[in-house]
């Protein structure tokens, strides 16, 4: 199977060069960029999957050439790695479409962890920038129905299964199926933990995506 190729770009050859080593035992490493201008042009001849990206390039900052990155390589997943735990700069990085914001003192293991992650449709944030606040961001793997739209709304408004069965009128073994349908549909992967399902945010699926969000209309039940 062909494994995903991943580009570093980072002035600092001290980090870049022994993180690149660690990440080839799993994924093909481009040799790293170590000049800010040089990272559009790599991007364009190689097309990695995922572009680790470093926020500062001496004097110059790689934020505003983000958004453009962004929109010209979208196959192209961007994990900001730095050293700045500065929560303004990192709303900033994710409103220009970054998949992750990894801070460089959490090793190789931790830059492997956020590939994983974003290459399987999520964001990752290091552990020291999360806070109960933060919404947990997810790309679906596909479409959702009209019906796992309503259970969807329902579900973020707090409405338990059965709750959300005696509102669409449909059987509660009918509803826990959607509900194990938007998980693995959303990469929902869940252990002890409930599910915030309040807090999820849904990228690429807004308003007007998919022809927006239905509305929940309440219908006779089904068996």
Do not use: C
């Not at 660690?22 to 040089?38: C, G, M, Q, S, T």
């Not at 807004?206 to 022809?211: K, L, Q, T």
């Amino acid at each position: 199977m062909t494994r995903a190729t991943i580009q570093i770009a980072d002035d600092h050859l001290m980090f870049a060069e022994p993180n690149g080593r660690y990440l080839a035992l799993h994924y093909d490493v481009h040799p790293p960029i170590v000049k800010l201008r040089e990272v559009a042009a790599a991007l364009q001849k190689f097309r990695p999957a995922v572009l680790l990206l470093d926020i500062s390039f001496g004097t110059e900052s790689s934020l505003p050439l983000l958004g453009r990155l962004v929109r010209q390589f979208p196959k192209t997943l961007v994990v900001m790695v730095t050293g700045h735990a500065d929560r303004a700069m990192l709303r900033r990085a994710l409103d220009a479409g970054a998949r992750g914001y990894v801070l460089k003192d959490g090793g190789p293991a931790e830059l492997l962890l956020a590939i994983e992650t974003v290459l399987s449709g999520n964001v990752y944030l290091s552990p020291e920038l999360r806070t109960p606040d933060d919404a947990v961001r997810h790309r679906p793997k596909r479409a959702l129905s009209q019906r796992q739209w309503d259970v969807l709304e329902l579900l973020r408004k707090g409405r338990s299964e059965r709750q959300i069965a005696d509102r669409l009128a449909i059987s509660l073994p009918t509803t826990e199926k959607h509900v194990r349908a938007l998980k693995d549909n959303l990469g929902i992967v869940q252990r002890k933990e409930q599910v915030r399902w309040s807090a999820l945010e849904i990228d690429g699926l807004g308003v007007g995506a998919f022809g927006g969000r239905p509305a929940v209309r309440k219908r006779r039940r089904k068996a």
